[in-house]
């Protein structure tokens, strides 16, 4: 069980587009899910932090008008990258926070490639 | 405010040997604490985590770690060594009831030899 979902797993796009992607949790309902950057041979930076039917926490220094969050159902959140540049290009992951005894643990997903070109 | 201290960039064993990642942590209060790891251009997968009871946990593919208070530590091992366990690791720590937020550690490239 725990098992999260990204789509999609890579994506190319042109630099001044948008780019939604994806995270699900497929066998359990998560009220919390986050989204992360991942940069080559570095550890995660947390960019926010997405609670179902309320706005999202952003991490200081992550813009909330770059990085649009939802999370409209206890399954689904998503990211958009509007208007995206070279700079953006990156590994995004996702995890979903499921209660277990004891407390709750984050479940994550395989992981978004974006070349931005 | 919580921090992990994972010493080191790369860690090295040859196959069959003992596999140990070392984890410290500060916390102002008792903390949960996780290792994840990640295979090359994939996501975190949980290996164990330590939220109360017994300190001495095991996880997935033969790791176990202990917790241990007056080290403030939780290091990551392994008896014996396989080429598959080549992965990067992350060691984590959480506060309970603070909405499962993770402090993850910068992370260790564990190499195998065979």
């Known amino acids: 069980g725990a098992v999260v979902s990204q789509h999609p797993s890579r994506v190319i796009c042109k630099s001044g587009t948008s780019v939604k992607i994806e995270c699900r949790s497929l066998?359990?309902?998560?009220?919390?899910m986050f989204w992360y950057r991942q940069f080559p041979k570095k550890s995660l930076m947390l960019m926010a932090t997405?609670?179902?039917?309320?706005?999202?926490?952003?991490e200081q220094g992550v813009e909330k008008d770059k990085f649009l969050i939802n999370h409209a159902s206890l399954t689904l959140s998503t990211l958009t990258v509007t208007s995206a540049h070279p700079e953006d290009s990156s590994f995004y992951i996702c995890?979903?926070?499921?209660?277990?005894?004891?407390?709750?643990?984050?479940?994550f997903g395989p992981g978004t490639r974006l070349l931005v070109l | 405010a919580q921090s992990v201290t994972q010493l080191g960039s790369h860690v090295s064993v040859s196959e069959g040997a003992l596999v140990l990642l070392r984890c410290n942590y500060s916390?102002?209060?008792?903390?949960?604490l996780f290792w994840y790891v990640q295979y090359p251009n994939q996501g975190l997968q949980l290996l164990l985590k330590?939220?109360?009871?017994?300190?001495l946990v095991k996880g997935i593919n033969g790791f176990e770690a202990e917790f241990k208070k007056s080290e403030t530590s939780f290091h990551l091992t392994k008896p014996s060594a396989h080429m598959s366990d080549a992965a990067e690791y992350f060691c984590?720590?959480?506060?309970?009831?603070?909405?499962?937020?993770?402090?993850f550690g910068k992370g260790i490239t564990l190499s195998v030899r065979p």
């Open positions: 995890s979903a926070a499921r209660g277990e005894a004891g407390g709750e643990t984050q479940y």
């Open positions: 984590a720590v959480s506060v309970p009831g603070a909405n499962s937020k993770l402090t």
């Open positions: 916390s102002s209060v008792p903390p949960y």
């Open positions: 330590y939220t109360t009871g017994a300190t």
């Open positions: 066998d359990f309902q998560a009220t919390t």
């Open positions: 997405s609670n179902e039917g309320s706005k999202a926490t952003y």
